[in-house]
């Protein structure tokens, strides 16, 4: 009988913090973190022969449906969320330390099917936790093909007491993520990417159901990686009864153009770009190229390496997988918070290498880096 193994971060209370701001230089690349927040990291350990090495993640506060909720997110790597949402810091916290055990826990599990992982990590082949990482992204994939949306809705809100329009994509089950639900008659918040052609600020700022919402909503769902189903088109919705009653009632007092249909569905389905992205995000980590002279790779996680030269100085290597582009990332320190260069080959980080080593030879650390060369960009 195989005891289950249990990790030591259950028992972190207390973890370090790091106060980020946008002006004291500790912030992480991005705009995955917030303006500010808390940068902490959870031990690494050897977990049923399993060696899982330390993480750094950023709490940090969002501002979503009215009201602030503080979140956790992985630093590097993926920038996955880690656990839920809270209202507290202390909260948050409380959930992405149980939400990093449980994974843990899970990769040693697996490991545990599969006593050759640990055999094939000692021998200093592929890292100790690569079988189960593999078994735990391709249960992922499948949660991602199984939860895609299948049906997109556009909806107008009463005109006379604010109007505008929401695009939502379902799956089956009637679920919409946050990132689903786009107000196609407002420009969304700053940063975020948005048509000027695509949202019809002029004539439909009270959500009347035009051709313009239909063309602002095709742009969206591009973007998203989605396409109408062969043969569908937009199509008038009857919600609920309560909801059906209460819109008849309104129809009197509605200008020309804001009745029926007060919501259109289509049915879609996902671009091969989209399911192709789903693979390189949740499938085997890609393989690096021939590194330059003097240089050698040691892989620090599933999609991460760290990278050293003439075995003096030392960067982590990270690829993410994207819809509009895979990128991969340099960065100066272990914990992955100053990026040096983004690229969407490796070979072009790679070959920086030799440059950045000589340049932090001059300048007395790694940290420093010429403005020159085609893919740095700070």
């Known amino acids: 009988m195989t005891t289950q193994a249990h990790s030591i971060v259950r ?4 973890p370090e ?7 004291n230089g500790k912030r992480p690349d991005g705009a995955d973190f917030g303006v500010d927040g808390w940068l902490f990291v959870l031990p690494g350990e050897t977990l049923g022969g399993v060696r899982i090495p330390q993480a750094m993640y950023a709490a940090f506060q969002v501002s979503e449906r009215g009201a602030l909720f503080w979140r956790v997110r992985e630093v590097g790597g993926e920038r996955s969320q880690v656990g839920s949402d809270s209202m507290t810091r202390q909260g948050v916290l409380a959930l992405a330390v149980n939400a990093v055990a449980q994974q843990r826990e899970e990769v040693a599990k697996s490991a545990a099917r599969d006593p050759g992982a640990r055999a094939r990590g000692a021998e200093g082949g592929e890292p100790q936790m690569a079988a189960a990482m ?3 992204l391709e249960r992922m994939r499948a949660g991602q093909l199984a939860a895609l949306p299948t049906v997109a809705e556009i ?3 009463y005109p006379l007491a604010g109007g505008g329009a929401t695009l939502r994509l ?3 089950e009637g679920s919409t993520m946050e990132r689903h639900m786009i107000r196609l008659t407002e420009r969304g918040a700053a940063g975020q990417e948005n048509n000027p052609a695509g949202i019809h600020l002029g004539p439909i700022t009270d959500g009347a159901n035009t051709d313009g919402l239909k063309i602002a909503a095709r742009w969206h769902l591009t973007r998203l990686g989605f396409n109408h189903a062969r043969g569908t088109a937009w199509a008038p919705h009857a919600g609920s009864a309560t909801s059906e009653t209460q819109w008849k009632q309104w129809t009197p007092m509605l200008p020309e ?5 007060h919501t259109v569905r289509v049915a879609i389905v996902p671009t091969s770009e989209h399911l192709a992205y789903i693979d390189r995000a949740f499938g085997p980590a890609p393989k690096l190229p021939d590194l330059p002279a003097g240089a050698s790779a040691q892989p620090s996680g599933p999609r991460s390496w760290q990278i050293s030269y003439a075995n003096r100085r030392f960067w982590q290597l990270c690829y993410r997988a994207g819809l509009g582009g895979d990128v991969w990332t340099l960065y100066a320190d272990i914990g992955r918070t100053k990026s040096l260069a983004h690229a969407d080959k490796a070979a072009e980080i790679l070959a920086l290498i030799p440059d950045l080593d000589a340049e932090a030879q001059g300048h007395g650390g790694p940290e420093r880096t010429a403005e020159t060369g085609p893919t740095r960009r700070r």
């Open 11 to 14: 028992e972190t209370v207390k």
């Open 17 to 23: 913090y790091t106060r980020y701001t946008s002006a």
């Open 134 to 136: 593999t078994e735990r």
């Open 155 to 157: 909806r107008m809100a």
């Open 170 to 172: 379902m799956s089956a």
């Open 257 to 261: 153009g804001h009745r029926w249909p």
